[in-house]
Nanobody, 125 residues
Framework: QVQLVESGGGSVQAGGSLRLSCVASRSIFSFDAMGWYRQVHGKERDLGKQ?????????????NYLDSVKGRFTISRDNAKNTLYLQMNNLKPEDTSVYYC?????????????WGQGTQVTVSS
């Protein structure tokens, strides 16, 4: 099991920015995909959904974003540092959540997923 360690969370005012970092215990070249998830609150969670993918990047560089963060968040990686980043700009109160780093060596096999412990992001009005 690979270790993923997130950092960079904090408390900011709406419109502010944060950059989350995720350091992997192995070369990120070994991952089929990496990404960021956050806890889901409210009705969706009541219906069974606990986390949603905020952004993801494949080994080939294909990137996907949650619709609500498009144009505000940017996912990137630094292979030399074994680090995944999430630049979060123009933060909104609804972005408040615990953010988790995720990586897998096989996107078709959930048993190969690795998760970080999470980092809290709080955005106040």
């Amino acid at each position: 099991q690979v270790q993923l360690v997130e950092s960079g969370g904090g408390s900011v005012q709406a419109g502010g920015s944060l950059r989350l970092s995720c350091v992997a215990s192995r070369s990120i070249f070994s991952f089929d995909a990496m990404g960021w998830y956050r806890q889901v609150h409210g009705k969706e969670r009541d219906l069974g959904k606990q986390r949603e993918q905020v952004a993801g990047i494949s080994s080939s560089g294909v990137i996907n974003y949650l619709d609500s963060v498009k144009g505000r968040f940017t996912i990137s990686r630094d292979n030399a540092k074994n680090t995944l980043y999430l630049q979060m700009n123009n933060l909104k109160p609804e972005d408040t959540s615990v953010y988790y780093c995720w990586a897998t060596t096989d996107v078709s096999r959930y048993e190969f997923d690795s998760w970080g412990q999470g980092t809290q992001v709080t955005v106040s009005s």
